[in-house]
């Protein structure tokens, strides 16, 4: 089995939010609620960070589901020319972790380049089915 879901975000502050509800949204479909609290939280972070770094003036980002058997696996692809890096931890730092605490809660994470742009995801497990 096999299953995706892909929208476009403009480069806004509502996109953020908006982002959490189409990952809670087809998540709720494909019936894994128990994934939604960390999926959310990701998904806030990569999309904050095309927002921020990524996604040029004028440009939308990407967010996009896949679900297969084992995994959900959430990318965020945007088409600007930064270099992504998990920073190391400073308590006293207000900001900085969002890539660290993707790395955390997600099962398996990278950054793919592309000749213009990058995605930047993350795998969760998927629960047993009861």
């Known amino acids: 089995m096999s299953l ?13 939010r908006a982002s959490r509800d189409f990952v809670v949204d087809a ?8 994934l939604i609290d960390d999926i959310q939280l990701c998904v806030s972070e990569l999309a904050t960070n095309a927002l921020l770094h ?12 896949d679900l297969t058997d084992d995994f959900v696996r959430l990318e965020v692809r945007d088409s600007g020319d930064g270099r992504p890096v998990i920073q190391d931890t400073d308590e006293a730092s207000c900001s900085g972790r969002g890539l660290f605490l993707v790395s955390e ?26």
Do not use: C, N, Y
């Open 105 to 130: 809660l997600a099962s398996d994470f990278g950054i793919d380049h592309h000749t213009v742009g990058k995605t930047v995801w993350a795998a969760f497990k998927r629960p047993a089915e009861p």
């Open 54 to 65: 990524g996604a040029p003036p004028g440009r939308e980002f990407a967010v996009r589901l």
């Open 27 to 34: 998540l709720m479909e494909w019936q894994l609620t128990g």
């Open 4 to 16: 995706s879901q892909l929208r476009l975000f403009p480069r806004r502050r509502t996109s953020v």
